[in-house]
């Protein structure tokens, strides 16, 4: 079983920084890609940005240059630094890693429960 617990949201005005963190737990042999998700009020879940296990990462156009995506592989986390902050960055936040039980396993994804992060004045 592999479980995931994301911190770090809140509510923050616009302009403002927050830094968002997805802690991995469980049993598994490797975690590959570590990805961020949002779902805003009355909108679809969206890609937000990923990062593999070597450290390249890709990011949605409408964050490109304010979020950056990191991990840290010793301690199983990926972080989401978010910059200038804008009101239609109002969502919730998911992550989602893909995770390798065993050396022969292709892996699944595997979803966090979401934390809410508000930006308004």
């Known amino acids: 079983q592999v479980h995931l617990v994301e911190a770090g949201g809140g509510l923050v005005q616009p302009g403002e920084s927050l830094e968002l963190s997805c802690a991995v737990s469980?049993?598994?042999?490797?975690?590959?890609?570590m990805a961020w998700y949002r779902q805003g009020p009355g909108k679809e879940r969206e890609w937000v940005s990923t990062?593999?296990?070597?450290?390249?990462?890709n990011y949605r156009d409408s964050v490109k240059g304010r979020f950056t995506i990191s991990r840290d592989n010793a301690k199983n986390t990926v972080y989401l630094h978010m910059n200038n902050l804008r009101p239609e960055d109002t969502a919730v936040y998911y992550c989602?890693?893909?995770?390798?039980?065993?050396?022969?396993?292709?892996?699944?994804?595997?979803w966090g429960q979401g934390i809410l992060v508000t930006v308004s004045a």
């Open positions: 469980g049993s598994f042999f490797n975690i590959a890609a």
């Open positions: 990062v593999a296990r070597g450290g390249n990462s």
């Open positions: 989602n890693v893909h995770v390798e039980t065993t050396p022969s396993d292709t892996g699944h994804n595997v």
